[in-house]
């Protein structure tokens, strides 16, 4: 399939680069956007524009519906998610490709897996790829936890199976400081 024309979901620089790069590529773009970013510079740049809502983000631009049919107004071949907001939603990819639209981004699949990080932690393991010593499971309580910190040896870094952008990590230095870590990466993470 021949991509003319890419939706991008995404605001600022991020849309700026992506817009440039399709431009050097021959392909018209489409900036989404909130009532409050009408006249931001990658609306202005862009061959077409959408209103996707109002201000707050998860009015606009993490609102699957919104981005969807904004692709459809604007005949979008595809849409670019950049990176933050819709980059790493499952639920998003998948609605892309209900609408055959294409997702410029990895499969559901490999979202959904690398969104957590056990599974991708085990999925590097798998391909060969050197991980620093650790987990592939989560730590189930705090006597699992101070066990495999142990054993790993101090320091020791706490990740939320779950969270992103580095939400629910922490660095501990000491083993008095393990049990409070955890909970508040657990917290975090939530």
Do not use: W
Not at 121 to 146: F, H, K, N
């Amino acid at each position: 399939m021949t991509i003319k024309r890419i939706l991008i979901a995404n605001r600022g620089e991020i849309a700026l680069r992506i817009h440039r790069a399709a431009h050097e590529m021959g392909i018209e773009t489409v900036a989404v956007h909130s009532t409050a970013d009408a006249d931001a510079m990658h609306v202005r740049l862009a061959d077409h524009a959408v209103c996707i809502g109002p201000p707050p983000a998860t009015d606009s631009y993490l609102n699957i519906a919104n981005i969807i049919s904004a692709a459809e107004i604007a005949h979008a071949d595809a849409i670019h998610p950049g990176y933050g907001f819709m980059s790493e939603n499952a639920e998003f990819a998948e609605a892309c490709a209900e609408k055959n639209i294409v997702f410029i981004g990895p499969s559901p699949g490999v979202i959904r897996t690398m969104g957590c990080k056990t599974d991708a932690r085990q999925l590097m393991i798998d391909a060969g790829v050197l991980v620093v010593p650790g987990t592939t499971s989560p730590l189930e309580d705090d006597t699992s936890a101070r066990t495999t910190a142990q054993e790993v040896g101090y320091p020791v870094l706490l990740k939320a199976a779950a969270g992103g952008g580095g939400k629910g990590m922490r660095l501990v230095v000491k083993e008095e400081d393990l049990i409070e870590s955890l909970a508040a990466a657990r917290r975090e993470a939530n």
